[in-house]
Nanobody, 115 residues
Framework: QVQLVESGGGLVQPGGSLRLSCAAS????????MAWYRQAPGKQRELVAG???????DYSDSVKGRFTISRDNAEETLYLRMNSLKPEDTAVYYC?????????WGQGTQVTVSS
């Protein structure tokens, strides 16, 4: 069964940190380009960070220098380390996997940054 399962979200104070995980199953993970997206209430889903099958990374300007995307191909898991969190980072964060015509999404994990 093909699945992407996110975890690690929660409530954190401004300036705090979280690490999100996305466990993949049912796919040949090493072939996939992976990414994190987020969607805040009333806003469109936006790309946060991406990592290619070869390990190249890309970040949105809003998170550059604060977030780090990484992948563990042996564990078939994608990570997003989020530091210096701001209230505007509050959103549901989604894991995405793409390979050729396949475009897979997880169910999302809520991140709330508030004092």
């Amino acid at each position: 069964q093909v699945q992407l399962v996110e975890s690690g979200g929660g409530l954190v104070q401004p300036g705090g940190s979280l690490r999100l995980s996305c466990a993949a199953s049912g796919i040949f993970f090493i072939n996939y380009n992976m990414a994190w997206y987020r969607q805040a209430p009333g806003k469109q889903r936006e790309l946060v960070a991406g990592i290619s099958s070869g390990g190249s990374t890309d970040y949105s300007d809003s998170v550059k220098g604060r977030f780090t995307i990484s992948r563990d191909n042996a564990e078939e898991t994608l990570y997003l380390r989020m530091n210096s969190l701001k209230p505007e980072d509050t959103a549901v964060y989604y894991c995405n996997a793409r390979f050729k015509i396949r475009d897979l999404w997880g169910q999302g994990t809520q991140v709330t940054v508030s004092s």
